[in-house]
């Protein structure tokens, strides 16, 4: 069951695990796995393993489930930059909210 959040943002957010691929446009390191918390059309929030400056650049890819397109699964490609960094959790993974600038659909491969 998706649930959408609603607060001073402006925008509606959902509550969304989704697997996303995530690339630093100031480093010259490949691609590291990270999973979403929550998704709305102006930015996502997710977990990463390793720290990240405020206002560094990204780019992340993730797939829209049926739930969110209505259709089939979609691909979205999102050039935006970090807005936020939360502290370390337990477990070590350190919260990232990002802001979509730019974003594109994948064709299916």
Same mark, same amino acid.
């Given at each position: 069951m998706?649930?959408?959040?609603?607060d001073?943002?402006?925008t509606r957010?959902?509550a969304?695990?989704?697997?996303?691929t995530?690339r630093?446009?100031?480093?010259?390191?490949?691609e /590291?796995?990270?999973q979403?918390?929550?998704?709305?059309?102006?930015? !996502?929030?997710?977990?990463?393993?390793?720290?990240?400056? =405020?206002?560094?650049?990204?780019?992340f890819t993730?797939t829209?489930?049926?739930?969110?397109t209505l259709?089939?699964s979609?691909?979205v490609?999102?050039?935006g930059? /970090?807005?936020?960094v939360?502290?370390?959790?337990?477990?070590?993974? !350190?919260?990232?909210?990002?802001?979509?600038e730019?974003? =594109?659909?994948l064709?299916?491969?």
């Open positions: 998706i649930q959408a959040q609603h001073q943002r402006g957010r959902f969304l695990r989704l697997p996303v995530v630093f446009a100031d480093q010259n390191a490949g /590291v796995a990270a979403t918390k929550d998704v709305s059309a102006r930015g !996502v929030f997710f977990y990463l393993d390793s720290n990240i400056e =405020e206002g560094s650049r990204l780019e993730l829209l489930p049926p739930e969110i259709t089939e979609i691909r490609r999102c050039k930059r /970090v807005v936020r939360d502290p370390a959790s337990p477990d070590g993974k !350190v919260g990232i909210a990002a802001i979509i730019q974003y =594109e659909f064709a299916e491969q």
